[in-house]
Nanobody, 119 residues
Framework: QVQLVESGGGLVQAGGSLRLSCTASKNIFAFSSMGWYRQSPGKQREFVAEIATANPRLANYGDSVKGRFTISRPNAKNTVYLQMNGLQSEDTAIYYC???????????WGQGTQVTVSS
């Protein structure tokens, strides 16, 4: 069974930074892409960023985080990172890691990690 485990959330002041990690229980290349979504109370889950595992230079970002967040997949690790800079109160949410199975339709989710930005 595939597991995605997030870590790195916490409480930070506005303008600060956090780095989230998502570690997969299987080889990262079993996923065509990995990404991050977030959800705050009363809102729908929102796309944050995604990266192609085979070509980590291919990354996409949601409009609200462009220029502030960076997704990366270091070599030789089954881990994807989300570096979040210039955090704002609107970034407060539960952040979920997502992995899309290569060659299939399955989509896997982590349990989520809370990010709270105080103003």
């Amino acid at each position: 069974q595939v597991q995605l485990v997030e870590s790195g959330g916490g409480l930070v002041q506005a303008g600060g930074s956090l780095r989230l990690s998502c570690t997969a229980s299987k080889n990262i290349f079993a996923f065509s892409s990995m990404g991050w979504y977030r959800q705050s109370p009363g809102k729908q889950r929102e796309f944050v960023a995604e990266i192609a595992t085979a070509n980590p230079r291919l990354a996409n970002y949601g409009d609200s985080v462009k220029g502030r967040f960076t997704i990366s997949r270091p070599n030789a690790k089954n881990t994807v990172y989300l570096q979040m800079n210039g955090l704002q109160s609107e970034d407060t949410a539960i952040y979920y890691c997502n992995g899309r199975a290569r060659g299939g339709t399955e989509s896997y989710w982590g349990q989520g990690t809370q990010v709270t930005v105080s103003s």
